[in-house]
């Protein structure tokens, strides 16, 4: 299978190297509007008269016909007309040739030799040591390199060379891409893929490759922690501080949410988070698109509907939609005209590539921060508590996975009900681990389970730290109620404690807005970010290290389009969560731009599941 851009290259490279024709014989004018004509007749697509023109050319030249027969093959190829060009490679005398020459003729051959079932030879072509390709001829080289390892049987070859040819590609073809990567890796299996992802080096350009092949063959895997370097929004040295790097801002942004019942609380809280940052953003004179919002019905058939209005209505970027199911309708389309940021993770094994983001609230990056935040502080073996709710089962798999990366150990695991208040039975299969004084005990129950849990080990005598997902803390501070957490130290959005500098205050939000606290306010929160996200989650995706500071943590967008989280961590002391690192900076839009005058009010009430 060929990438159908690099079916292009050929035609470029032909008529680029047209001229390039060995000197050691002056050209005619005749010869000279000959190859005109020729390159003339590629620029049109009529390859089959351009090939039988340089096929002409090289009878009519023979000082040069082993040049005019290679151009002449290559116009065959991008006819789709490989098996014609097949005698006409035959003939070539490799050593006559110049430039780059030797090696588009060793590609041909190459491609020849996939199509007559002889990988080995391919590979040989493609592999050969002293193979020094250009840029333009690169991509080529390594599609035909990667066909080889696979027709011979050598997956992990196929599936590293498919990963190198990554940032050679864009669109469409990087998508096949990976997709074909990908595959590669899923064919060897989950046991020889978890022994590689074990043996290999955090830095190792493969390991998120390896970790995603797994997650899509459902093995829960450690994750890659973003590397944040270096904030959007640092100003461009030289543009007298007016300019900043990264932002982008579309016109005309569709919002997608849905207003169906049960899902009418949560997708309000994401909608008027996504308002509140809109609106503020005006502050920074940052230029604004115009927003409209539109019903996604809560189920796949209705956001692919309100998807393709917006599509119509002129939409840049559509945002959303909410839920799991919708997400999976609008990214399961054979096409995606306009880019999305989807506001969930979908199920579906791969994302259109370039034209969408996925950017979500999930359980598994609470669960595995945490580890890593105890694996940080000297803490490698771990007791596990959690309810038996989906959030919990969800963190506790991706804490376990992330701790046993690490080095760490499990040395028990109980479970909480939501119907009694005795936890002693938990208490015990806690006390039956032994673990050594290394230990911690991680801990995903919600506010009302841990307030009972907590009073419960001190009696026991079990003074382990204990850290926590968000779901410890009940979105308002409760200095009566949450004493019995005392020393607890949980992650969760930095908005919500102010520790995120360059936002609204959240007090002051709040305060006005009573979806901006309780249950609601961490979704308050990621429609904060969702919006801020906007201008810079191209820049995010093409500039590895390069973080949004947000309500919900510090942003980041992997090689997948999934945007990650790093949060803040949090303790109780005196009964009151508070930050235990201080205050984060924000600085994420131009300083001098001037603002649009365009505001749509929301065209629908949205909703969120």
């Known amino acids: 299978m060929r990438l159908c851009r690099l079916a292009a290259s050929g035609l470029l490279i032909s008529l680029a190297l047209s001229a390039c024709v060995p000197s050691a014989v002056p050209r005619s004018p005749a010869e000279i509007a000959a190859v005109q004509n020729a390159a003339a007749l590629a620029d049109q697509g009529q390859f089959d008269r351009a090939a039988q ?17 290679l151009l002449a093959a290559e116009a065959y190829r991008q006819e789709n007309a490989l ?3 097949i005698p006409i490679v035959a003939g070539i005398q490799r050593k006559d040739l110049t430039d780059d020459e030797p090696l588009r003729l ?29 840029e333009n001829l690169r991509p080529r080289l390594l599609n035909l390199r990667a066909q080889a390892m696979a027709d011979t ?62 997650g899509r063959l459902g093995v829960i895997v450690a994750q890659a ?29 569709a919002l997608l949410l849905p207003n169906s019942d049960g899902l009418v609380g949560a997708a309000s809280a994401v909608r008027d988070g996504f308002f509140a940052a809109y609106f503020q953003a005006a502050d920074t004179h940052a230029p604004r698109a115009t927003i409209r919002v539109y019903d996604s019905g809560g189920n796949a058939a209705s956001a692919i509907k309100a998807y393709n209005q917006a599509v119509i209505d002129g939409a840049q970027l559509v945002v959303g939609p909410l839920t799991r199911n919708e997400v999976m309708g609008v990214l399961g389309q054979s096409s995606l005209p306009v880019p999305v940021l989807a506001l969930n993770r979908s199920e579906n094994k791969s994302l259109p590539v370039g034209t969408t983001s996925e950017f979500a609230l999930l359980p598994e990056d609470e669960g595995a921060q945490v580890a890593d935040h105890m694996i940080e502080r000297g803490i490698h073996n771990a007791y596990v508590v959690t309810s038996n709710d989906d959030f919990a089962k969800r963190s506790a798999a991706a804490f376990k996975a992330e701790l046993l990366a ?24 806690l006390n039956a681990g032994g673990a050594g004084t290394d230990a911690g005990i991680f801990i995903s129950v919600r506010s009302e389970q841990a307030r009972l849990l ?19 803390y009940s979105g308002n501070d409760n200095a009566t109620a949450d004493r019995d957490l005392e020393g607890v130290e949980f992650c969760d959005a930095p908005w919500l404690f102010d520790a995120q500098t360059g936002l609204p205050n959240y007090q002051s939000i709040a305060s006005q807005l009573p979806s901006a606290r309780g249950a609601t306010a961490q979704l308050f929160a990621f429609g904060m970010d969702a919006w801020s996200l906007v201008p810079y989650v191209d820049w995010l995706r093409n500039h590895p290290g390069s973080y949004l500071p947000g309500a919900t943590g510090q942003l980041a967008a992997d090689t997948f389009g999934h945007i990650n989280r790093v949060m803040s961590w949090l303790k109780f002391q005196d009964g009151i969560a508070r930050p235990m690192n201080g205050s984060l900076q924000m600085d994420n839009a131009p300083a001098d731009s001037k603002p649009t005058d365009g505001t749509s009010a929301p065209a629908a009430q949205p909703a969120n599941g």
Request: hydrophobic share 40%; proline share 7%.
């Open 106 to 134: 060793d590609l041909l051959r190459a491609e020849i030799a996939l199509q007559q079932h002889n990988a080995p030879a391919a590979l040989q072509l493609t592999t050969q040591p002293d193979i020094n390709a250009p």
């Open 83 to 85: 098996n014609r060009a």
């Open 53 to 69: 023109a340089y096929l002409a050319l090289a009878a009519q030249t023979p000082s040069r016909a082993d040049h005019y027969s």
């Open 153 to 214: 049987g050598d997956l992990w070859g196929a599936a590293r060379t498919r990963v190198e040819m990554d940032n050679f590609l864009q669109g469409i073809d990087r998508s096949q891409n990976r997709d074909q990567a990908l595959s590669l890796l899923a064919r060897l299996g989950v046991t020889p893929l978890k022994q590689r992802s074990a043996a290999m080096q955090p830095g190792d350009t493969m390991l998120p490759w390896v970790n995603e092949a797994l």
């Open 454 to 472: 907590l009073p419960q080990l001190r009696v026991a005598r079990i003074t382990l730290p204990v850290f926590a997902t968000s779901h410890v």
């Open 225 to 253: 922690q973003p590397n944040l370097e270096q904030p959007v929004g640092t100003l461009v040295p030289g543009s007298n501080a007016s300019v900043r790097e990264g932002y982008k801002m579309p016109a005309h942004i």
């Open 406 to 429: 690490k080095g760490g150990q499990i040395a028990g695991n109980a479970q909480v009900g939501s119907d009694g208040v005795n936890y002693g039975g938990a208490i015990a299969a």
